[in-house]
């Protein structure tokens, strides 16, 4: 599985999501699953999947998917 | 003029006297601007008062449903625990004040302790979470404070019995590194210091710190002093930084924290006004009064300008010991009139 497969179905997995939604959209408080109880799994989930520890400001600045994979890119994670 | 988004380029307790006062005193005036043109009911206090910017006593977020926004953009309701057969206070939150209330706490907490994230040990049960449109104020607490943990770890279960299994494999574990523990003032006397008691058990020192806050009534009933607290939990649970924090559901965020030398402090995103018994005046230094506290915080509702149902005093400004600007004050408890307010630390 690539990075950006495992960085996807990571969405999925939290936010209970089926294949037939583009998570690429996501946003915090767009679903009702990414309130900020879903944010915290969210934050936990992708640091177990990658092996790696935010900042405060990451976990505040972490407001949609495409800001996720930004942060993720700067803490090493290579999604290319 | 300084929007609230640009408070973020100072450090917390970084104002003087005279510089916060035209900052934040600009902040509060075009909040209420904002309140009045979007708030019906804070409309006709204000007109009713014949004043611009009043206090909303906090008891009448329980009697009326105050929003500054139209309901399909509300994203979350915070409610005060109340004590069974009380109204609770609901607090209407959209995307922006539920935001500002991350990054406040964020900015206050990281003055206290470095802006990193540590072990976390919450004294509570994550059955408090359950229902998650609706937010106990304790619910909130937890989950605001949890940004700052890693391996976040629960100690009661849901029938509020110490797991001290895991707790023990927690101090183990993350022995070499500083433990953060977080809960309400009453749950981590009552749930986990009188249990660790009970069972005879000290827990290995650590250099970590507790956090608590919410009410005092119930200690105060039980004669539990600050102090006290402080004490025992050193002794106990293997802490000797303690840290009281104060603040309330309407002002989630902007919360008070109790410094070294025991003295709680306005940031640059709050303030706090002692207000005479009598007449509301402003008092001076060293009177009690009722605590009226302002916060930059509540778009979404009027809850910018708030007189709590607490006593307090003010003890100084700009000049405490430990080099943080700002008001200094301490709290007396609750205004014996007051009706008997359910708060973070009542639990059902």
């Known amino acids: 599985m690539t990075n950006l497969e495992k960085y996807s179905s990571t969405y999925k997995k939290v936010f209970e999501l089926d294949d037939s939604i583009d998570v690429t959209t996501l946003t915090f408080q767009g679903i009702p699953l990414w309130d900020s109880i879903g944010h915290m799994n969210l934050i936990a989930s992708l640091e177990e999947a990658f092996n790696v520890q935010f900042e405060i400001d990451d976990i505040i600045d972490l407001s949609s998917y495409e800001k996720g994979k930004e942060i993720l890119t700067k803490l090493g994670v290579d999604f290319n | 003029m300084i929007s609230r988004e640009e408070l973020f380029k100072y450090k917390p307790f970084q104002l003087d006297k005279i510089t916060k006062e035209k900052i934040f005193g600009d902040i509060i005036t075009e909040l209420s601007l904002y309140h009045y043109e979007n708030c019906n009911e804070y409309r006709k206090i204000c007109d009713a008062l014949n004043n611009k910017k009043p206090f909303i006593p906090v008891r009448l977020f329980k009697d009326f449903e105050l929003k500054s926004v139209s309901s399909e953009n509300i994203v979350k309701t915070m409610t005060s625990s109340g004590t069974s057969g009380q109204k609770v206070s609901k607090i ?24 990193k994230r540590m072990p ?48 023990q494999k927690f101090y183990e574990k993350h022995k070499d590194e500083n433990i953060f523990i977080f809960g309400f003032t009453y749950m981590i006397w009552e749930f986990f210091y009188k249990k660790l008691l009970e069972l005879n058990i000290t827990l290995p020192k650590n250099n970590g710190f507790i956090l608590h806050g919410g009410g005092w009534k119930k200690l105060i009933n039980q004669a539990v002093s600050n102090d006290e607290f402080k004490q025992s939990l050193a002794e106990t649970a293997g802490f000797k930084r303690v840290y009281n924090y104060y603040g309330m559901v309407e002002q989630t965020g902007s919360i008070f924290m109790e410094c070294e030398h025991g003295r709680f402090h306005t940031s640059i995103y709050s303030d706090i006004n002692i207000l005479n018994y009598r007449d509301f005046s402003i008092n ?8 009226e506290l302002m916060s930059v915080i509540p778009k979404s509702y009027p809850g910018h300008i708030l007189l709590s149902e607490d006593a307090g005093i003010l003890l100084g400004e700009d000049d405490c010991p430990c080099g943080r600007l700002g008001k200094t004050f301490k709290i007396i408890g609750r205004i014996k009139k007051a009706e008997v307010r359910g708060c973070s630390d009542t639990f059902e």
Do not use: C, H, P, W
């Not at chain 2, 004040?97 to 706490?105: G, I, R, S």
């Not at chain 2, 998650?132 to 890693?150: C, V």
């Not at chain 2, 001076?284 to 605590?291: R, V």
């Open chain 2, 284 to 291: 001076s230094i060293g009177e009690e009064g009722y605590i």
């Open chain 2, 120 to 167: 976390m040990l919450i004294i509570d049960t994550k059955a408090v979470l359950k229902d998650r449109n609706m937010f106990s104020a304790r619910g909130a607490g937890i989950l605001g404070f949890s940004m700052f943990g890693t391996d976040i770890t629960y100690a009661l279960d849901e029938n509020m019995n110490l797991d001290i299994d895991t707790v």
């Open chain 2, 92 to 115: 209407f939150l959209d995307k922006e004040t539920a935001a500002m209330q991350t990054k406040v706490l964020a900015a206050i907490m990281s003055d206290f302790t470095g802006g």
